[in-house]
């Protein structure tokens, strides 16, 4: 059986609409640049409060991508 090896980066994605859309947009956008992207971890979240009312919702994460060769 091949072992894999796994190169772990730190993302934060942003959403004014919720922690899921936050989540999303950041895979979405590593999936543009990175290859073999496996899986994610969700670290931290929080969000930017303006006048009384939630703003942007700040999620982050921890993405898993297989190293090939």
Known sequence: MQ?????LI???GVSTTSIEDAVQNAISRAN????NLDWFEIVETRG?????Q???FQVKLKVGFR???
């Not at 930017?48 to 009384?52: C, E, P, S, V």
């Open 48 to 52: 930017l409060i303006q006048n009384g």
């Open 32 to 35: 543009q640049t990175l290859k």
């Open 10 to 12: 730190e993302l934060v």
């Open 54 to 56: 939630i703003d942007q």
């Open 67 to 69: 190293l090939l060769g």
């Open 3 to 7: 072992e894999k090896t796994y190169k």
